[in-house]
């Protein structure tokens, strides 16, 4: 068990944790016992991975642009990332479209189902809620979000996680700044951010220690809260067509990493496995980062140069995963609904879709409130809105579970891509003892 890899050990958690939140649901005071005394774990486990997050986007993005010794290879890099993502985002959105498109998901439901899911859902608070955060972003402008990029406090958006943006906005403009002034100048501070950096990092072994226990305090939170398993399956083809998607993503980062790259898939799939269960198991693409930079720096052999802006910048506005859900869900509501979408309005997807995972936060649940802008874009009517979430919503913890999978295997595989085209992807330099518990001693 000790020299077990720590995805089995996470795996072997997370199996556990789901067989133990069946047998909390048929307990008498089951699901209380798990939010009093299983919950606080896996809480306390996503409080730490984001307590780190900022001190680690700060050191490693200095550090990666002040190694890059000049200012034009950043830029490089930053184009190349941006365009890359563009693309990546695209295909998703397209993948869901055709796939909705083909299997008709949302012709299958009857009158019964929709009238059920609309009766226990259309007036949930979760779903209002999800409907009036949209509502406040889209009543900004179309440059609000670039507005919203820059910070006026450096401390303030270091104080908040969800300004992770903001942070990135500074620290890159700090960076570059060292570079200005010159080696000598900036030795001192750059000494300080790479010894900052390689202590957050070992902060992350330490954290990901917990990693097989914390997911299984997750899922069986996860379980003991999830829906009645009837609507479940009465959205089960719809739930398929997303997966399908999510998939074939899967399939597409293979083939970019086999045929550009050269390197194994399964490899690359197997060593940024930790990332992937932990996205699963918090459904949060943020939460997961740290991890997410260590796998991919300590044991995909992606440069820091290259990773420490393309990870951070990626899990916020890169979320293939997401789009390709929302794409999906826009078009099985239309047809459940007898909502005629024109090729016009399929075209209106793809552009909303690549905004809305943009402007999605990386947590939970933040693609559903995207996707009411995304109908909105197609004139789905206003007092519809809480009936088309509501047909959705009792699977979308699963799905987002999913998703948020694909939306952090997605950052991983572009930071490889990039890397390689600047010629930055080296071997792996594993400290891995995150994977050997013996050695932490
Ligand atoms: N949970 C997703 C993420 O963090 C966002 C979403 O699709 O809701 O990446």
Not at 18 to 32: H, Y
Not at 388 to 393: R, T, Y
Request: overall charge neutral; charged content about 15%.
């Amino acid at each position: 068990m000790k020299k077990w890899p720590l995805h089995w050990k996470i795996l072997l958690g997370m199996v556990l944790g789901i067989g133990f939140g069946i047998v909390l649901t048929q307990m008498e005071g089951g699901v209380d016992f798990s939010s009093k005394f299983i919950k606080p774990f896996g809480t306390i486990f996503i409080k730490l991975l984001k307590l780190i997050a900022i001190p680690l986007i700060v050191a490693s993005l200095i550090k990666g642009i002040s190694d890059l010794k000049n200012i034009s290879k950043f830029r490089n890099i930053g184009l190349r990332t941006i365009i890359t993502y563009v693309v990546t985002t695209v295909i998703a959105i397209s993948i869901g479209l055709l796939l909705v498109n083909l299997l008709k998901p949302g012709e299958g439901i009857d009158q019964d189902t929709i009238n059920t899911l609309t009766s226990t859902y259309a007036n949930d608070s979760n779903v209002q809620s999800k409907i009036s955060e949209a509502g406040r972003q889209k009543s900004s402008g179309p440059l609000q979000f670039i507005e919203d990029m820059v910070p006026d406090n450096a401390i303030g958006a270091m104080s908040n996680n969800s300004l992770m943006l903001q942070v990135i906005f500074f620290t890159i403009f700090l960076g570059i700044s060292m570079l200005l002034v010159g080696e000598k100048q900036a030795e001192p501070l750059k000494k300080i951010f790479d010894s900052l950096n390689s202590v957050v990092l070992k902060m992350v072994d330490l954290i990901m220690l917990s990693a097989p226990f914390a997911v299984f305090a997750l899922l069986t939170n996860v379980v003991v809260s999830s829906d009645n398993p009837e609507l479940l399956l009465a959205l089960f083809k719809y739930a398929i067509v997303v997966l399908i998607g999510l998939l074939l993503m899967v399939v597409f980062y293979a083939l970019v990493i086999m045929v550009y790259t050269k390197k194994s898939p399964f490899w690359f799939l197997s060593k940024i496995s930790p990332a992937q269960l932990l996205a699963f198991s918090t459904s949060s693409s943020a939460a997961t980062l740290p991890v997410t930079m260590e796998r991919v720096e300590e044991h995909l052999g992606v440069d820091k140069e290259v990773s420490s802006f393309v990870l951070p910048v990626g899990a916020t506005i890169n979320m293939d995963g997401t789009s390709l859900y929302q794409a999906v869900a826009a078009v099985f509501i239309a047809q459940a609904l007898g909502f005629e979408l024109t090729f016009a309005d399929q075209l209106t997807i793809v552009v909303a879709a690549l905004m809305a995972s943009i402007g999605s936060a990386a947590v939970p649940g933040a693609g559903m409130v995207m996707l009411v802008i995304v109908l909105e874009s197609i004139g789905f009517p206003a007092d519809k809105l809480a009936v088309g979430l509501a047909l959705i919503f009792a699977v979308d913890r699963p799905l987002d579970m999913c998703r948020t999978v694909i939306n952090v295997t997605g950052d991983a595989a572009v930071s490889m891509f990039v890397a390689k085209s600047v010629g930055k992807l080296g071997e792996p330099k594993a400290q891995n003892w995150d994977d050997h518990y013996d050695e932490v001693k």
